[in-house]
């Protein structure tokens, strides 16, 4: 027999593809350039020109042999010595390419980090608004997601809705900053006192709290700051990393684990992601493009039209009167819904062309995401739809 | 605390992987072309010029966000049309795209399969010898690995030891031919006796026994024949596939899942895939690989030196009174150790710089492996070795 659990898992739709796709048929209706499609988070920016002509450089000048065999089970070297370099340079750590696992995303990277901290019947904690796809990456091990409620005002970590959760049996904790689906970035303050509620539950429970930090948008940030860097505060962390959404690169699958060298059992992680990844038939990301992204992990792609993106469609959804939280990074942005079902007023924009995400998934109700990873010129046309539909639906 | 699970299979070593860098060490010394270095799988040939060109020609010609855009769920397109055009064709199957799951290599593909057709608890069957890593894959499911006992004169299939062990609890059969260790091919006989045995017990148990037919050897069959195509009989049949060794291209982890059109829920079980694919962390494999290899999954690397290379070692081997089987394709050959202890066997031998692998590891002590994809003229210089190990030590 097959097996029931996945085949049941068959009838759950997926909210952002159902909506992605509707805003696809629709564009074969009216051009999909006039449908304003805010669903989907696939950077719009192509990859820099270093990485395509790193690539080329390899397939023309490297033995096939050598280019396309099999990593060694726990990553390539060259990887693992320059994101190791690229971190420490950039953020005052002090890795070596042994607490660094390649792995494919931060999708493959969540997925091993939580196999090496947890064992199947423990608990994690995460912060609404959430990623979705981190209830398939965690109870696929087994593993109980704790969901603590939004601070809805601030869409920042509501802390006493933690402290009540945060048990004996959870052996870690889960963040995204800057945060998709709220664009919002925790500040150095928060992350201190995060870490210090890590460091005094460690001690009461008498192990170690684990933080997972998944960061695949920690190069995108506006207003001319950096994300502080998560591990920098508490030493029990394993850093997630995806370069999908830096560069350009989401289909090519290639991220890291970097684990704090003052992690508990800090060198032994990384060879347990190798065990790890036997079991889930994973092994290493592609060997050319770990490879082609030694060469150019400290570049970006232009990621500059974000930031514009998020000033034009936060003033106008201020100017329209929506209560919103102005993102710190990310290509997302996370306002209330102006009626309390969100499902329902993302509904009544589809009319207009306007396809908008209702927040339910992200264990938010009555918000909504728009992903502003598309052209600048379609956001502006946007803004028109977004204004009628606004008034004449709530006015 | 971090997993204990995890942290206990530190302690066990790879035995092939052992001695790989017993052969690199060793290479430093004396020079590596004077090791005869017989222990990994990895191919020796380059992959064809078709798919660097192809691969130079996407990133050169195709837009950069489309070409490194997320896939579908479940797979692009192009791929799994090519795929399963190419297989009906080659095999005369009818598949269509959606009984096609890309998957990243032939690890990914038994990793998918064993978690669609079974649920925690059950067991899945498989023949001595076999390939190691099938404990991982398949325990990593949360079922149990039941070996057959190899038939120690044929290493076809132990067909007696097989109908004892065939019982209700039996969710599936995990088969590999061209096998890996032992070079042997099943015969179309073979294949038509075990589907029978399977559709008798499918009958017998009141549910189907799925056949997983993991068959990255596929292509490197010798004297001028084909492998049979093992879907073609039996319905309830998982293709698990690599372009790893056709393609040599190990390192980038492209291969797929061909489910049967005629097999139990067939339409559903690609779905499935893209779920499990969700809980392991995994996702698709890379992009631009789908896209070159769709291209390409006609060609194979020039696979003519690994039956030079089988047809030298074979004939040394019987020259020298060693018991051996004829492979009928890979690049893998399987003698029967001149001492009941493969593994001191193989100690002794490295004092020849011999790196030949115990098989205790594959189900079958008292044999070894030799993986002779190595250069022809590596080939001819080991033979003098093994004369002089073979008859210095066993005289």
Known sequence: MINETYEAMLGA?????????????????????????????????????????????????????KLHGYSPTLGHPLYKEKIAESLNRRFGMNYTANHIFPTTGAAGAVAHAVRAVTKPGDKILTFAPY???????????????????ADRETLQINFAAFEEMLDERTAAVLINTPNNPSGVLYSEETL??????????????????????????????????????????????????????????PGERIGYVAVNPACEKADKIVPMCGQISRGLGHNCPPSIIQIAVAYTCDLTSDLSVYEVNRDL???????????????????????????????????????????????????????????????????????????RFTKEEYR
């Open 131 to 149: 990623f979705p796809e981190y209830n398939p990456y965690i109870t696929g091990a087994g593993v109980e997601l704790g969901v603590v409620p």
């Open 13 to 65: 739709k997926n909210i952002i593809r159902v909506l992605s796709e509707f805003a696809a048929k629709r564009g074969e209706e009216i051009g999909y350039e006039n449908v304003f499609d805010y669903s989907l988070g696939n950077p719009s920016v192509p990859a820099p020109q270093a990485f395509t002509d790193e690539m080329i450089r390899l397939l023309q000048n490297e033995d096939a042999v």
């Open 313 to 387: 469609i936060y003033d106008k959804l201020v100017e329209l009167g929506y209560s919103v939280v102005k993102p710190g990074g990310t290509f997302y942005i996370f306002p209330k819904s102006l009626e309390d079902d969100a499902v329902v007023f993302c509904e009544k924009a589809r009319k207009y062309d306007l396809i908008l995400v209702p927040a339910d998934g992200f264990g938010a109700p009555g918000f909504f995401r728009m992903a502003y990873c598309i052209d600048t010129d379609k956001v502006k046309r946007s803004l028109a739809a977004l204004e």
């Open 192 to 249: 201190e006192k995060l870490a210090q509620m890590l460091r005094d539950a460690s001690v009461r429970f008498g192990h170690n709290v684990f933080l997972l930090s998944d960061e695949p948008y920690r190069e995108i940030v506006f207003d001319g700051k950096t994300a502080p860097y998560v591990s920098k505060f508490y030493d029990h962390t394993l850093s997630c990393y995806s370069f999908s959404k830096a560069l350009s690169l």
